[in-house]
């Protein structure tokens, strides 16, 4: 991946994980099975972190 590449999937991830952040806040306003939300939130952090490193690698 390019540097272009790799910024447009972070942003991609940022916006699913602020998505999935507002719904999981909805689950467990009405008390919701929240478990597939919380573990996604996990993947796509550990993911964006990954791209993150990627990128400053490519920078360096």
């Known amino acids: ?3 272009k590449e790799i910024e ?3 942003e991609d991830m940022k916006a ?3 998505r ?3 719904d999981l806040e909805k689950l467990a306003y ?6 597939y939300n ?3 939130l996990e993947r796509l952090a550990e993911k964006i972190s990954s ?3 990627q990128l400053q690698k490519q920078k360096s």
């Not at 009405?30 to 478990?35: H, P, T």
């Open 38 to 40: 919380e573990k996604e």
């Open 51 to 53: 791209l993150r490193q």
């Open 1 to 3: 991946m390019n540097k």
């Open 16 to 18: 699913d994980y602020t």
């Open 20 to 22: 999935l952040s507002a």
């Open 8 to 10: 447009a999937e972070i």
């Open 30 to 35: 009405v008390g919701g099975n929240s478990e």
